[in-house]
């Protein structure tokens, strides 16, 4: 099972994942990051939630 938004192939830090949703969602993914970064200070979500993205969302056509 995929979502349709795919990493992003040139706004990446680890695996692309916060640079996808910017640019499907069309936000400045530096901002996109530092929400992330919050939403990962708590307990589990944040890391959890990034795996699992970075396992549904479709890889960059190279």
Do not use: C
Not at 28 to 52: D, K
Request: hydrophobic share 50%.
């Amino acid at each position: 099972m995929h979502i349709p938004i795919k990493r992003s192939n040139n706004d990446r830090v680890l695996a692309g994942v916060v640079g996808g949703l910017a640019e499907h969602f069309q936000w400045n993914s530096t901002i996109a990051r530092v929400l992330w970064v919050v939403l990962a200070l708590t307990p589990l979500p944040g890391v959890i939630g990034y795996l699992v993205l970075w396992l549904l969302m479709e890889n960059p056509e190279d």
